[in-house]
């Protein structure tokens, strides 16, 4: 059986769709070299940003580093200064006189003022019973002096204050109080306790009693300080405020 010949019309659509998969073909190939091209030129600039470049990271990094070993250092070495402290404080402290235990506590180095204020209140302490007027003006030069918390003035203008012996005027005792009145929370219910007893100590014994039961009343008081100023009402005759009122 013969075949017919193809219609000239047939050879030109067959040579048409060879040409078209040639194309596609020289298309997918130029594509292709176009992507390895595009690829190896930023493989080629990421390398010569890197040269140029890269010390930054290794120097961020090594100051990172650095940095965080120096902080544990320093913290660690904080610690330890406070123990030392600690340590010496509880040393001058076991000694079996008070002029001893006050001369150990003089001899402690305080590597903060925080630290010198703690220091100083014991030593006060200390000395309270022997030297209460030594022991009061070193409270007040302690409560008047720069660079400590102010929790710490103020705990050391109250024992100042309420030192039997002090030597300090009641004028001034009172004005002392007064100012510390003016703070809040138990600072404020601390002074006015101090206070009643400077009114009872002038005589001023209603006076005493108004401070003494709105210290009772109080809610920010706290069970020691109700039951102290309770006991000064009852001994004085005074009638206790009933709770709620």
């Known amino acids: 059986m013969c075949h017919a010949s193809p219609a000239p019309w047939q050879g030109r659509v067959y040579a048409l769709r060879g040409a078209q ?3 596609v073909s020289r298309v997918s190939d130029t594509d292709s070299f176009i992507d390895e091209v595009s690829e190896e030129v930023r493989r080629d ?6 040269r140029r470049y890269g010390w930054i990271a290794v120097v961020l990094v090594l100051l990172l580093v650095g940095g965080t070993a120096w902080n544990e250092w320093r913290k660690a070495q904080e610690r330890q200064t406070a123990q030392d402290f600690g340590d010496s404080v509880l040393a001058a402290l076991e000694a079996d006189s008070r002029d001893a235990r006050a001369a150990g506590l003089a001899g402690v180095d305080a590597p903060n003022p925080g630290a010198a204020a703690v220091r100083d209140l014991l030593a006060a302490a200390e000395a309270s019973a022997a030297t209460p007027q030594d022991a009061a ?3 007040l030069a302690l409560a008047q002096g720069s660079g400590i918390e102010p929790v710490y003035r103020q705990i050391a203008t109250l024992k100042a204050v309420a030192m039997p012996g002090s030597g300090i005027p009641v004028d001034e005792r009172r004005t002392l109080l007064e100012g510390l009145a003016l703070a809040d929370g138990m600072t404020r219910l601390l002074a ?7 009114d009872i100590e002038t005589g001023d014994t209603a006076s005493a009693l108004d401070r003494l039961s709105a210290v009772v009343s109080d809610a920010q008081a706290t069970a020691g300080l109700r039951r102290r100023a309770s006991q000064v009402i009852v001994g004085l005759g005074g009638t206790l405020p009933v709770p709620g009122e």
Do not use: D, H, K, T
């Not at 600039?45 to 890197?50: A, K």
């Not at 006015?192 to 400077?198: C, D, H, K, N, S």
């Open 45 to 50: 600039r990421l390398f010569r940003l890197m």
């Open 21 to 23: 998969r040639q194309g």
């Open 192 to 198: 006015e306790e101090q206070l009643a007893m400077i």
């Open 137 to 139: 003006a070193r409270l």
